[in-house]
Every structure is written in structure tokens, then in C-alpha cells.
């Protein structure tokens, strides 16, 4: 008798366990990058899925952000640095930005990554309705947002973030 209530306590356990372990699971596991197709300011278009294998930042900024342009040498340098280890930057512009304001930064300041146009904003609403500039998401080689920085990040710790992904299987 006493040897089922133990039974049964131990099996209870197990699956309590066994619960908290799963719900530990999805809590640590970082949430998809949402399915988007971004079309760039050369007439590129690609989406979300052929970006996986590359450690990506998708930037959203804009040409009046005074923050945005400050940070932009920075997002240069650091796509300059990663890029040959499988990091891609995709800079998206937002809705209220002017195409013609995008096209004369982008060509201005020789950015040398993708510069989409998000003239609809359907991208930035798929991204959790950005409003906000710069609001940036690391995603990782499996399609998963890592980080979301609102404003500059430390580059410091955004590069250490950024390598110890590229450290990552694809």
C-alpha cells in the first residue's frame, strides 16, 4: 500500500518535471523571425527564409533620426567586419521615410548592406508594429530573433552577441 502512494508521487513528480522542462524550453527558445519580403532599393527582393544560415540584423531606421544616422558608421563597421563569417544587415526604412531621401542617404554614405523600403509598413507591424527608431533584432543562422534593441546597442556587447553566434552551427 505504502509502496503505490510512493508510486504514484514519484510518477506525479516525473511529470511535473516533465512539464517544467517543457514549458523551460519554450521559454528559452527564442521566437521565428517573422516571414516578410523585404524589396531593397535596387529591386531586390528576398524574404526572411532566404536569409537563414547568415547571423542577420535587421535595422529599422530612418533618414530624420538623428540617433539613426549617428548609429549608422557603426552598423557599417560592423557589417564590414562580420560579413565574410556569414553576417548580413538588412537597414529597412520606414514607411514615413521619403524613397528619395533613403535612395539619397543610402548612395551619400556608400552603405554597402541591403536597404529595404518599407513603404507600406507592413514590415515593421510584422515585427511587433515598430514605431520607434532605431529598433534593430539580431536574428540567429536558424531564423530566431535573439535580441531586440530599441536605440543604439553597446557595441561592445553587440559585437560579443554577434560572434557568439557566428560561433553557432548553421
Not at 537563414?52 to 531606421?61: C, H, I, M, P, S
Not at 556569414?86 to 543610402?106: K, Q, S
Request: charged residues 20%; hydrophobic residues 45%.
Amino acid at each position: 500500500m505504502k509502496s503505490m502512494k510512493t508510486l504514484r508521487i514519484f510518477v506525479a513528480l516525473l511529470l511535473l518535471a516533465g512539464i517544467g522542462a517543457a514549458a523551460w524550453r519554450l521559454v528559452l527558445t527564442p521566437p521565428q523571425a517573422p516571414q516578410v519580403e523585404f524589396r531593397t532599393l535596387l529591386g531586390e527582393r528576398f524574404q526572411t527564409n532566404d536569409l537563414r544560415g547568415k547571423v542577420v540584423l535587421v535595422e529599422f531606421w530612418a533618414t530624420s533620426c538623428v540617433t539613426c544616422v549617428e548609429e549608422m558608421p557603426k552598423v557599417i563597421q560592423t557589417y564590414q567586419k562580420y560579413r565574410g563569417q556569414g553576417f548580413e544587415t538588412v537597414a529597412v526604412a520606414m514607411d514615413y521615410d521619403p524613397p528619395n531621401h533613403v535612395l539619397n542617404y543610402a548612395t551619400r554614405n556608400g552603405l554597402p548592406f541591403k536597404v529595404a523600403l518599407d513603404v507600406s509598413g507592413d514590415i515593421a507591424r510584422r515585427f511587433g508594429n515598430v514605431r520607434l527608431t532605431p529598433t534593430s533584432f539580431l536574428i540567429d543562422r536558424q531564423g530566431r530573433i535573439v535580441k531586440q534593441y530599441l536605440g543604439a546597442p553597446d557595441q561592445a556587447q553587440f559585437h560579443a552577441l554577434v560572434e557568439r553566434q557566428l560561433r553557432e552551427p548553421a
